[in-house]
């Protein structure tokens, strides 16, 4: 099997997992993020030679309308092959997102650094004396994390556990392992200023992004996270 290891395949591997979307008929992905992200979708948009532009929509929710940016490329950016691997390893014959282990073994740190920055997050636990990682796997089935929860102990000696949330699951990684995932991705998310938080273990929110970290990575250039 071919392997994916462009930078502009593993942005688009990540990016399917998380807030990308695949236009099953038109063979287009989509590239899309919230307001606050617009830094983030910048820095995907530099790894395609595309003439595409970003745009900007507001989206109704909850009798509010929120700014997304987005930009979508075609299937002569993305490439016969990258189509087909998506089409037989992502999508079930009726057109659903599937887990498969196959698409989860073509993901390098710079595609799971995108799945990270599209879904997951550094929380704390209720008493507020843990964090811990939590990535929103929500619309997958109990049985496809069985896969994810595997894929992530054999490929990258990471312990992750399946957690019950609102009637589906989220993966949930101990403090351990999250600091083994965070070497594997800090490299890339902290080119990208307003994402730093997702990768910063004393980081806590105070209503601004890229503004308020607290001693950001000090403990990796110290422990470089043994």
């Not at 290891?5 to 688009?12: F, R, Y």
């Amino acid at each position: 099997m071919k392997e994916f290891s462009l930078p502009k395949e593993q942005i688009i591997l990540g990016g399917l997992l998380g807030d990308s979307s695949f236009n099953l008929k038109r063979k287009t992905i989509a590239f899309s993020q919230c307001e606050k992200q617009l830094e983030y979708v910048q820095w995907k948009y530099s790894f395609f030679d595309t003439k595409a532009e970003i745009h900007s929509v507001y989206n109704a929710r909850d009798g509010k309308n929120y700014l997304r940016y987005y930009f979508v490329i075609s299937k002569k950016y993305i490439g016969n092959n990258l189509i087909n691997f998506i089409e037989d390893n992502l999508y079930s014959d009726k057109g659903v997102k599937t887990i498969s282990l196959e698409y989860l073994n073509q993901l390098s740190p710079l595609g799971l650094a995108v799945w990270w920055m599209d879904d997951g997050n550094i929380s704390l636990t209720k008493d507020g004396g843990n964090r811990y990682g939590k990535l929103s796997t929500h619309c997958f089935s109990y049985d496809e994390h069985i896969i994810m929860k595997n894929y992530f102990k054999q490929k990258w000696n990471i312990d992750v556990s399946i957690r019950p949330e609102k009637g589906h699951f989220f993966l949930r990684i101990n403090i351990n392992s999250l600091k083994k995932f965070i070497k594997l991705v800090y490299p890339y998310i902290t080119q990208i200023q307003s994402m730093i938080y997702k990768v910063d273990l004393k980081y806590k929110y105070l209503g601004r992004v890229g503004e308020d970290f607290i001693d950001t990575y000090k403990y990796i250039e110290r422990k470089k996270i043994a």
